[in-house]
């Protein structure tokens, strides 16, 4: 069983304080919920973030900044900042982390990767001989309220809400089978990285639990551990 741990959490730029600015407080219970998930990782010998972007692996140096959300002076990672928003996201969250020591690589899904190829991206993961850590990264729907980032959507909240009953439950199965039509319609970053996860644990017997479950500006957060 490589894959030991797992952390799911979400990546708006908000949750860095210098982003949010003078509303850093209002997601300081996202922050601890992701927190304390990551830091369950540090039982692994290497963490492996996967998240939303353009197709592609990174090794550790890998940067990125926030430059383009107002925080210029916040960077992660020694290299040119190439990684996407998801992983950067990963990567600061990583690094305030009981996990942050440890080696880890990084690995970008297409939003609209096939179902059937994320999943096999985890079985892949999940076969190696490592005991890896895995840090999973995705927003449920930006449409769950009349104040998203795009117009509210009447199927949005129970998209997110199957989401989290089957992170909650481990069953993968329901991961494995979201429409990724229907996730792109929604706007639901997470579909592509939940798949991956859900091929990584395939029938582990890992126990799981949902920490967070709010849309608190429109967009779906979750937050959920796999140990």
């Not at 970008?108 to 096939?114: G, N, R, W």
Request: aromatic letters at 4%; glycine letters at 10%.
């Amino acid at each position: 069983m490589p894959v030991v741990a797992a952390a799911v959490c979400p990546h708006p730029p908000l949750i860095v304080p210098e982003v949010a600015s003078g509303a850093a407080p209002e997601l300081d219970d996202l922050r601890a919920a992701c927190l304390a998930a990551i830091d369950a990782l540090a039982t692994a010998s290497s963490i492996l973030v996967v998240g939303s972007g353009s197709n592609g692996a990174y090794d550790a140096t890998a940067g990125g900044s926030f430059g383009a959300y107002g925080a210029p002076g916040v960077r992660v990672g020694s290299g040119p900042a190439v990684l996407p928003l998801s992983l950067a996201v990963g990567a600061w969250l990583l690094e305030q982390s009981k996990a942050a020591r440890l080696p880890r690589t990084y690995r970008a899904v297409p939003i609209d990767a096939a179902p059937a190829d994320c999943i096999a991206l985890g079985q892949e993961i999940a076969a190696g001989n490592e005991r890896v850590g895995l840090l999973v990264m995705g927003d449920g729907s930006a449409r769950r309220s009349e104040h998203s980032p795009v117009h509210l959507h009447p199927r949005a909240e129970l998209f997110d809400t199957t989401v989290a009953d089957a992170l909650r439950r481990g069953d993968v199965a329901v991961l494995e089978a979201l429409d990724p039509d229907l996730a792109t319609e929604l706007q639901a970053a997470g579909r592509a990285p939940w798949q991956v996860l859900a091929g990584a644990l395939g029938a582990t017997a890992l126990s799981s639990e949902v920490t967070y479950e709010a849309a608190p500006y429109g967009v779906g957060y979750l937050v959920a551990s796999f140990s």
